[in-house]
């Protein structure tokens, strides 16, 4: 199991910027086992997919709406996992989870393939 805690969210105008951070606090296997996900819930839509990034080569993948805007990396010492925004849309106003599970070789990008979140951090851009 692995404890999340996001930060870093907020209100920002259209085309401006926001990095979230995820902290991880993992017990019994160490952060770089872990597959990272950054999921994202607007109000009245279903929790949808946002990035990934694989646990041992730093490989990332991304939902077609963001690829190009935002940028999932991680730190495995500080055991930290972020999520770079650029370029904002209002169509980016969310909950913003971060999501672990223990990876492999293959990419997660289904809320159902994690089994640790966090409690989500409030995006909010504005028109």
């Known amino acids: 199991q692995v404890q999340l805690v996001e930060s870093g969210g907020g209100l920002v105008q259209a085309g401006g910027s926001l990095r979230l951070s995820c902290a991880a606090s993992?017990?019994?296997?160490?952060?770089?086992?872990?597959?990272m996900g950054w999921f994202r819930q607007a109000p009245g839509k279903e929790r949808e997919f946002v990035a990934t990034?694989?646990?041992?080569?730093?490989?990332?993948y991304y939902a077609d709406s963001v690829k190009g805007r935002f940028t999932i990396s991680r730190d495995n010492v500080k055991n930290t996992v972020y999520l770079q925004m650029n370029s904002l849309k209002p169509e980016d106003t969310a909950v913003y989870y971060c999501?672990?599970?223990?990876?492999?070789?293959?990419?997660?990008?289904?809320?159902?393939?994690?089994?640790?979140w966090g409690q989500g951090t409030q995006v909010t851009v504005s028109s």
């Open positions: 999501a672990a599970r223990i990876g492999s070789y293959v990419y997660y990008t289904l809320s159902d393939e994690y089994d640790n």
């Open positions: 993992p017990s019994g296997r160490t952060f770089s086992s872990y597959a």
């Open positions: 990034i694989k646990y041992n080569n730093f490989n990332t």
